[in-house]
């Protein structure tokens, strides 16, 4: 059973924008800190933003100011707009539940995968 299923990357250009969304099973999803996750070639799986059930959010340092985290609890989904895109951005984007040690914590869905050209 699918529980993870993200949606929304594409191919743009610098500086362009971007918005991901991720749908989640319920027993994911509630309650629960989300997160979404990044992985380029020969990186680590890396954690950019997360938001707490009631709204509270973090972000890494290489995106603060670009990219804005936000969910519907009703619709079990989060969301990441992408702003200013850079090349260093370019990763599949994956969303999960955020774990004490900001790992993910259920089976990863597919991704979606963002490219930013120069």
């Known amino acids: 059973q699918v529980q993870l299923v993200e949606s929304g990357g594409g191919l743009v250009q610098l500086g362009r924008s971007l918005r991901l969304s991720c749908t989640a099973s319920?027993?994911?999803?509630?309650?629960?800190?989300m997160g979404w996750y990044r992985q380029a070639p020969g990186n680590e799986r890396e954690l950019v933003a997360s938001?707490?059930?009631?709204?509270?959010?973090k972000y890494a340092d290489s995106v603060k100011g670009r990219f804005s985290i936000s969910r519907d609890n009703a619709k079990n989904t989060v969301y990441l707009q992408m702003n200013n895109l850079k090349p260093e951005d370019t990763a599949v984007y994956y969303c999960n539940r955020v774990g004490p040690d900001g790992r993910g914590i259920a089976d990863w869905g597919q991704g979606t995968q963002v490219t930013v050209s120069s």
């Open positions: 319920g027993s994911i999803f509630s309650y629960n800190t």
């Open positions: 938001i707490g059930h009631f709204g509270g959010t």
